[in-house]
């Protein structure tokens, strides 16, 4: 199967969706179904499959942000062409097959961003025939229902013959040259209406062979629609989106020892022969537990929110930099569970001033005292800590995230 053909995919998805349900849930391909967004479901059944290469997807212009999201669960090494769409179906597809002209494709396939149930068997019954020779192909399933045609006022008129009728889906697989100048040739005929690309391809000549459709590939079009297909992905996917999105952070500090009178550690001041040596005031374990942070979330590390080549940071007390990590946290929906930090030190000695260290980590997150943890160990005589030359801190955050609060 595919032999010499390059075949590429373009999903439209640049709809607004009227018919959805409420708009101020955005538009219908970015709404959540088993935890993901539409389009991200859609985008996957094309990127998993090992003939397709290239696929652009038409968007709106406003939905850059919404796609930005939907395609960031894709590995980095998966790409999309992004094109903006135009008013109408038929002038994004175009703008989308334009798109796509650098990549010389033999074979394309267009795609409905709304049908998330396209799977492989599907898509390789359509490349199967264009395999075979077929210009154009159109999956499609054969209507079952009794069909009535009614006058203006709704009476009924007659009961139309089904037999040879289909209902056409998506992907619409095509010879891309042939499609595209049909397509090319389309954009002038104000006075013809086309529905989807087979019926360009018909009115411009092409031969369009029929293959079995499948009946989930439905294409998402009411508010109950994307409500059936939530709980159907929710059920294929064990309820896995129904599962706490907790995610957990760590962070790793070290800072030399030199002559001084006190250390800062976890925001309290200890008194002892030697001082932390850094641009702030050095608290190792505070600035652990900010990296542990800002790692739940993905928001860098402490050094790209407070560089220290910023003099305004110089000696600056580290529970600025926790409270920072705290409000950008719940900021993205999430909720502080846990803190967790070890000490490594050979002196001073942790022991006496834990409950205190625990209290401000309590105040400084606002969770229970129960939830703060403090640690230490010495590292028996060994290396640089062993010395007494530094002190090091390890952290552990645990944060409960709002389902999807920040995707």
């Avoid at 095509?174 to 087979?198: E, K, M, P």
Wanted: aromatic fraction near 4%.
């Amino acid at each position: 199967m595919g032999g010499n053909m390059k075949i590429g995919a373009l999903i439209v998805a640049a709809g607004r969706g009227e018919r959805a349900g409420n708009p101020d849930d955005g538009p219908k391909q970015y709404r959540l179904v088993g935890g993901s967004p539409v389009l991200t479901w859609t985008l996957d059944a094309f990127a998993s499959h090992a003939l397709i290469g290239p696929i652009a997807v038409v968007i709106h212009a406003d939905d850059h942000a919404f796609f930005d999201k939907a395609q960031s669960r894709f590995a980095p090494s998966t790409s999309f062409i992004t094109v903006d769409g135009g008013k109408e179906r038929q002038q994004s597809v175009l703008l989308g097959l334009e798109a796509l002209a650098q990549c010389n494709l033999t074979h394309v396939l267009i795609h409905d961003g709304v049908r998330p149930f396209a799977n492989g068997e599907l898509i390789d019954r359509v490349i199967n025939t264009l395999s075979a020779g077929a210009t154009g192909v159109l999956p499609a399933l054969p209507v079952t229902d009794t069909l009535k045609r009614t006058t203006s006022d709704k009476l009924v008129e007659e009961t139309v013959a089904r037999a040879g009728l289909f209902s056409a889906q998506t992907p619409q697989g095509f010879a891309y040259g042939a499609i595209r100048d049909a397509h090319r040739q389309a954009a002038g005929q104000s006075l013809v209406t086309f529905t989807d690309d087979c019926s360009i391809a018909e009115w411009a000549g092409m031969a369009v062979s029929l293959v079995e459709g499948d009946q989930d590939n439905i294409k998402l079009t009411t508010a109950r629609d994307i409500a059936m297909a939530d709980e159907k992905l929710t059920r294929l996917n064990g309820g896995l989106n129904e599962l706490p999105d907790v995610r957990t952070g760590s962070g790793y500090d070290v800072h030399a020892l030199v002559d001084g009178d006190a250390v800062i550690l976890c925001g309290h001041t200890i008194p002892h022969d030697q001082a932390l040596s850094g641009h702030s005031d050095a608290d190792v374990a505070l600035h652990a537990l900010t990296d542990a942070l800002l790692g739940t979330c993905g928001q860098g590390d402490i050094g790209d929110h407070f560089p220290p080549s910023d003099p305004q940071w110089r000696g600056a007390d580290s529970r600025l930099f926790l409270a920072h990590a705290v409000e950008l946290v719940r900021s993205l929906g999430g909720t502080i569970m846990n803190a967790d930090i070890t000490l490594i030190c050979e002196a001073p000695k942790i022991g006496p001033h834990r409950a205190a260290m625990r209290q401000i980590l309590s105040d400084l997150l606002a969770i229970d005292l129960q939830r703060c943890s403090v640690k230490a160990t010495t590292n028996e005589k060994i290396g640089f800590i062993g010395r007494g030359e530094g002190i090091a801190a390890i952290a552990t955050a645990t944060v409960v995230y709002q389902e999807n609060a920040h995707d």
